[in-house]
């Protein structure tokens, strides 16, 4: 079954730093994400993102696990998965927040929003010359495939698994690397070459 995504999940922006930039607080009791930490390596590194000291009412406008987030502007419209954060977190600049209603998975939402076919529909829909834009209404026209929740499910965890596979592989080639480097330094050594 096909549906708009208006029909499967709410999207907004944050409006706590949606216009203006937050000022870094140092120690403050939250931490910010730009539309440049969801285009880049994600998960992003929690402690080099900006704190903020946030109020009560700001707090209450935090991101939840699960969330959706998604870039409004530039070149790049990866959704990510937001699985949590040590400190709250929060969005700065034009970033939707997409929350998904009971009829869908978020993992298996976030998947079929960068199957390459949507996010080639998502470009078809920016508006803009200089700055190209997505604006609210298109995302929300966007015709997802919802199969069942289990279905969604076993969709999550096969891509699950092969992310997992990724991360893997990658530290296994690292520590090759990291051997290989090792046996030559050692090598240098005993011949009383190395510097």
Not at 3 to 19: C, G, N, P
């Amino acid at each position: 079954m096909n549906v708009k995504l208006d029909q499967i999940a709410s999207v907004r922006t944050l409006m706590t730093f949606r216009d203006r930039a937050p000022l870094d607080g140092g120690d403050g009791n939250a931490c910010v994400l730009a539309i440049r930490d969801i285009v880049s390596r994600w998960p992003p590194d929690y402690a080099s993102l900006p704190r903020v000291d946030a109020n009560d009412d700001q707090l209450a406008d935090r991101l939840h696990e699960g969330d959706i987030l998604l870039p409004g502007r530039g070149s790049s419209y990866p959704a990510r998965l937001f699985q949590g954060a040590p400190l709250p977190a929060f969005t700065s600049g034009q970033v939707f927040v997409i929350r998904t209603s009971r009829q869908a998975r978020p993992s298996y939402l976030c998947w079929y929003l960068n199957r390459p076919d949507v996010q080639a529909g998502i470009t078809q829909l920016l508006a803009g010359s200089a700055i190209q834009a997505l604006n609210k209404s298109s995302l929300l026209r966007i015709e997802v495939a919802l199969p069942s929740l289990e279905q969604q499910q076993h969709i999550a965890d096969l891509q699950s698994l092969a992310q997992r596979r990724s991360r893997l592989r990658l530290e296994l080639e690292q520590l090759d690397h990291a051997e290989i480097e090792h046996a030559c330094e050692a090598l240098l050594e005993q011949r009383g070459l190395h510097g």
